[in-house]
Structure formats: C-alpha cells, structure tokens
Nanobody
Framework: QVQLVESGGGLVQVGGSLRLSCTAS????????MGWYRQAPGKQRELVAG???????NYADSVKGRFTISRDSAQITVYLQMNSLKPEDTAVYYC?????????????WGQGTQVTVSS
C-alpha cells in the first residue's frame, strides 16, 4: 500500500522560508503528475504547484516567483520550497501523486502538514 509522508511544515514569520518534503513509502511507477495542494480554514483545497513526469511545472498565481516544486531523480520524494511567505499562505499542505497503469488511474494523498505564517 502506497503512503505519502510529508514533513517540513511549521510556524514561520512573514518573509521566512520553509521546505516541504513528501516521500512515498514505495516506488510509484508511471507517475503522471506530482503536486502540492493546500487548504486554509473555511476554504476549498487548491492546487499550489504541480510537476509532470517530464518536468513541466505549473503554479498558482498567488505563489509564482516565491514557491518552487522539485523532485529527486528517483521520483520518490517531491519538495516544495516556499520563500517570502505571507500570512495568506497559512494552510494545511497536502502532497498529491497521480499515476496510471494502462487505462487505470491512481491518486495518492499525504496526510497533510500545517504551515502557519505569523505576522
């Protein structure tokens, strides 16, 4: 059974940085997209950043230029470097991996890690 384990969240002041990590418990084959989502209290979960298997990235407008998604060569760990953090970045951050096998699609979620930006 695949598990995604996140780490790196915490409390940081405005303008600070955090690096989130997400590691899969086993190698996931045929990954299509690796990404990070976040959900603030009272709001819907939103995509923060994503990276395709070919390395194409996309970011929410609100984090462009501040956040960077990356992965290790084995695609077991995906990272989210967050710089110049703002109070509105406060949320629970979730790792997400989408893969496929033939016509079957798989989707995995991490348990979430809290990021709190204090002013």
């Amino acid at each position: 059974q695949v598990q995604l384990v996140e780490s790196g969240g915490g409390l940081v002041q405005v303008g600070g940085s955090l690096r989130l990590s997400c590691t899969a418990s086993v190698r996931i084959w045929n990954i299509n997209v690796m990404g990070w989502y976040r959900q603030a209290p009272g709001k819907q979960r939103e995509l923060v950043a994503g990276m395709t298997s070919r390395g194409v990235t996309n970011y929410a407008d609100s984090v462009k230029g501040r956040f960077t998604i990356s992965r290790d060569s084995a695609q077991i760990t995906v990272y989210l470097q967050m710089n110049s953090l703002k109070p509105e970045d406060t949320a629970v951050y979730y790792c997400n991996i989408k893969s496929s096998s033939g016509s079957t699609r798989f989707e995995y979620w991490g348990q979430g890690t809290q990021v709190t930006v204090s002013s």
